[in-house]
């Protein structure tokens, strides 16, 4: 039987972070998108100032997912949370319970911490949305995920 087991990401787990996210930008049909290289990763995802953090699944020892967060603040429940900005399970491993494994670490971490809660976006086309539910979570139909980037960034930001 395959043992599942989640641990924090460490400085020399970078390039498979960024092997990951290269995977999920390509499943998400944007196989370029991905500006972060390795030395970028682990410059930002590590040390006193890191920008992000991530958890690294393993299964009988080899990486097969990660989950990267950062992290929001709730004035509501005045207190932090985390934000799931990635999470991706190897196909060939998927069902062998990573994913549930990454979702109950970060759970376990809220709990652990005081957070009060985990929130992700999910494309409306994604058949993860089943496993997100399955897990708990909540689809928020009355709230629209909004971005500004880019030129429309620039021009905001130069007004």
């Not at 995802?45 to 929001?72: C, H, M, Q, W």
Request: net charge negative; with cysteine; hydrophobic share 45%.
């Amino acid at each position: 039987m395959s043992t599942v087991t989640v641990r924090r990401a460490t400085r020399e787990d970078a390039e498979t972070i960024h092997r990951f996210s290269v995977a999920l930008a390509t499943f998400e049909g944007e196989p370029d998108a991905v500006k972060a290289t390795p030395a970028v990763l682990a410059r930002d995802g590590f040390g006193p100032s890191a920008k992000f953090a991530t958890l690294i699944a393993e299964l009988d020892g080899r990486p097969v997912g990660f989950a990267l967060y950062t992290f929001n603040y709730s004035v509501w429940e005045a207190r932090r949370g985390i934000f799931l900005e990635d999470i991706w399970v190897e196909p060939e491993v998927r069902e062998a319970g990573v994913g549930r494994a990454l979702m109950a670490a970060l759970a376990r971490e809220c709990r652990d911490e005081g957070y009060g809660r985990i929130d992700l976006n999910v494309l409306h086309w994604n058949p993860a949305r089943r496993f997100y539910e399955a897990v708990g979570c909540a689809h928020i139909e009355s709230w629209l995920p909004y971005r500004i980037r880019g030129q429309a960034l620039q021009a905001l930001a130069n007004s």
